[in-house]
């Protein structure tokens, strides 16, 4: 294999990428003013109470479709279709079993609890709230399953299009609630025609991946409880990042919530808003990598990965750096313009946070690898638990020292980061050179392609 192939297909993935971050950002963007003006204020703070709650059901899986998306891949490459088959089936059998359970639970809860007493329904009935908490609830379930199909479509290789086709389904998401709700519809028909849309969406991609890759049938004939219990660990460590990365955007807003005044949650937020932008910029790079470093490693093709790793990196440190540079002169004129004068830039809190920002950038870079090849248990652990400690700390430091106090942790625990990902990469280097050899590269030429 050439690297200027893989140059070509991490080339499309990126441009795939790029799409599906324009969809997400502006479905989020249009759906205010088109839901405010169908429903109204009070209307719409009501649809926003109920749909914030399910999102969290987004953690159901436990991190298995990603973990399934790096192993199926591998495994494809390796000319494994039968063992990207026992992936496929473990983890939807998997996925089934938990999401019967999760749809259930929700349901027990729902008929029990009194939501009105809990929250402000406007003139919503109760029963209608549970109702449609119950659907919103129900599509997240659903979605689900898009994370499965397209851990296929990249095993298929086809890495561009898998990105591309989940960028589609939340546009098409974002239409059928914007277009219901102009169209006069209830919050409880909006609720149902999304989960049948998503339901919809997903049995036509199914339908595609037999003409594309009917060797990935959808099934339990061939589910095995060890593969489960192999890909645990991967998919659960998963879940460290996840909860790492909450905290460490939510907690410090809840730590000054509760020792500062609300001037000071706005202008972090407002800051870290603006600092994150490089956060995202590397995400979005990492995302179009890693379906490459997992194909590479499944080809045996180390010399590559390896070489992939260095480029990757380099790219985020120069990256960071021109971020880092260009805040530095323009944060303050961008943070008055965007808020109309209303947030000022506070330093040396901004550039304590720039700092974060940056090593935050380089690390989760080094994570990519690491993450393709299901060996990041350790740093993402490491992770979730650092990021814990950091915002308690924040909790200590804050009523002395302010936003610097709230910051420094930060620093600290991404400097750690750092280190850790370099170090747990760094040992991988005699792991993969002990893995197979790149002889089952000839049995998946069409990978080629």
């Not at 950002?25 to 249009?30: E, F, L, R, S």
């Not at 589609?168 to 849309?197: D, H, K, P, Q, Y």
């Not at 995400?283 to 390896?306: K, Q």
């Not at 814990?388 to 930060?410: D, H, M, W």
Request: hydrophobic share 55%.
């Amino acid at each position: 294999m050439k690297s200027n192939s893989s140059l070509r297909r991490v080339g499309f993935s990126f441009g795939a990428q790029i799409y599906s971050q324009i969809v997400n950002v502006g479905v989020q963007i249009m759906l205010v003013p088109i839901l405010l003006h169908a429903w109204g204020a009070q209307s719409y703070g009501v649809w926003l109470l109920l749909s914030a709650v399910p999102t969290y059901l987004m953690f159901s899986d436990f991190g298995f479709t990603l973990s399934a998306k790096n192993e199926m891949t591998i495994k494809a490459a390796k000319g494994d279709s039968h063992g990207a088959l026992v992936t496929y089936q473990s983890v939807f059998v998997l996925m089934a079993i938990v999401g019967a359970a999760v749809i259930v639970l929700i349901g027990a809860i729902l008929f029990f609890v009194p939501l009105g007493s809990i929250f402000d329904l406007g003139a919503l009935p109760e029963y209608q709230a549970k109702l449609v908490l119950f659907l919103l609830s129900l599509n997240v379930i659903i979605c689900q399953f898009m994370g499965l199909s397209s851990a296929a479509i990249r095993a298929s290789g086809r890495p561009a299009t898998e990105i591309a086709i989940t960028g589609t389904s939340r546009l098409l998401a974002g239409a059928v609630i914007a277009g219901f709700a102009v169209l006069g519809g209830s919050f409880v028909l909006v609720a149902t025609m999304a989960a049948v849309e998503s339901a919809a969406f997903i049995v036509a991609i199914l339908l595609w991946l037999r003409t594309i890759a009917p060797w990935l049938k959808l099934g339990w004939s061939h589910a095995s409880r060890q593969e489960i219990a192999r890909l645990f660990h991967p998919s659960v460590s998963f879940m460290s990042q996840t909860f790492g990365q909450a905290f460490m955007i939510s907690g410090p807003v809840i730590v000054l919530g509760m020792v500062a005044n609300p001037v000071g949650v706005v202008v972090f937020s407002t800051s870290r808003t603006l600092a994150r932008l490089g956060t995202t910029a590397t995400n979005t790079i990492g995302a179009a990598i890693m379906p490459e470093y997992s194909r590479l490693f499944g080809l045996g093709n180390y010399a590559l990965f390896r070489r992939l790793t260095f480029l990757h990196f380099m790219a985020a440190l120069v990256l960071a750096a021109l971020f880092y540079v260009s805040l530095s002169f323009l944060g303050g004129w961008l943070i008055a313009f965007w808020t109309k004068d209303q947030v000022k830039l506070v330093q040396p809190f901004f550039g304590l946070l720039m700092l974060a920002v940056v090593l935050e950038m380089l690390w989760t870079t080094l994570f990519i690898p690491l993450g393709a090849i299901n060996r990041h248990v350790v740093t993402a652990h490491a992770y979730g638990l650092l990021a814990l400690l950091g915002v308690i700390a924040g909790y200590f430091l804050a009523p002395g020292y302010g936003l610097n106090g709230i910051v420094a942790p930060l620093i600290l625990v991404n400097v750690i980061m750092l280190v850790t990902a370099a170090v747990q990469l760094a040992k991988q280097s005699p792991k993969i050179d002990e893995a197979p050899g790149v002889a089952a590269i000839a049995a998946v030429p069409k990978l080629e392609k």
